[in-house]
């Protein structure tokens, strides 16, 4: 298989199909869900769970089989019926429409792959094995968890915001670029696994009235 090119896409006010409603299309709507984006499953029978969130009218439901016409103006399905036929037939209409699909179970007719995540606030840390095994890429995922603390998704919330005020206030990018540069110097992880927060941001704020 050819190296995957890793990105994270923008799905807000996408349509997204979902066929299927136990627990696999969960796993996947459970992802979805805080994308923006608009979602759709279609299954006969629905799990609790994915009923509970049609009923806070965060995604549409339609208990019926699954027909071609639903991938009408579709931006990217997810085939996650316990039918192997069914989601043949999904690949195949979404191929023809040039559709990204993602198969559950069937990384040779994958578009795409969806890989453990990592989330700290805006900081996500994406893992995939291509498709060989994603259960590896969980326990890598668990693994990285116990690493990665909660501080850091702050901190990124917090450099977010001195980024946007260092580019109202400095025009020129290559004064930017060397600011940036200053925010980020090293050892800055180290201490901000040692020390308070508030330090950090206090000395990171200090590196940039120097340089503007």
């Not at 979404?94 to 990204?100: F, G, T, V």
């Not at 795409?112 to 995939?128: C, D, M, N, Q």
């Not at 690493?147 to 580019?167: A, E, Q, W």
């Amino acid at each position: 298989m050819k190296a995957l090119y890793p990105i994270f896409l923008k799905l807000e006010q996408k349509k997204i199909l979902v066929v299927g409603g136990g627990s696999i299309a969960a796993q996947k709507i459970q992802s979805l869900l805080d994308t923006g984006c608009h979602l759709t499953v279609i299954s006969p029978c629905i799990c609790k769970e994915i009923q509970c969130w049609a009923s806070e009218n965060r995604l549409q439901v339609k208990k019926r089989e699954f027909q071609t016409s639903d991938l009408q103006n579709i931006d990217v399905v997810f085939a996650a019926t316990n039918q192997p036929q069914t989601n043949e037939k999904i690949r195949k209409e979404a191929n023809k429409k040039k559709i990204l699909i993602n198969a559950v179970d069937d990384p040779e007719n994958c578009d795409f792959y969806v890989p453990s995540i990592v989330r700290r606030g805006p900081l996500a840390i994406a893992i995939s094995t291509q498709g060989e095994c994603p259960g590896f890429a969980r326990l890598v995922r668990k693994k990285i968890e116990k690493i990665i603390p909660s501080i850091y998704g702050d901190f990124v919330i917090f450099l977010g915001h001195l980024r946007r005020n260092v580019k109202n206030v400095c025009s020129d990018s290559k004064q930017r670029q060397s600011v940036t540069k200053e925010m980020l110097y090293d050892g800055i992880l180290e201490e901000l696994d040692e020390k308070p927060l508030q330090e950090v941001q206090d000395k990171v704020k200090n590196c940039i009235s120097t340089h503007l």
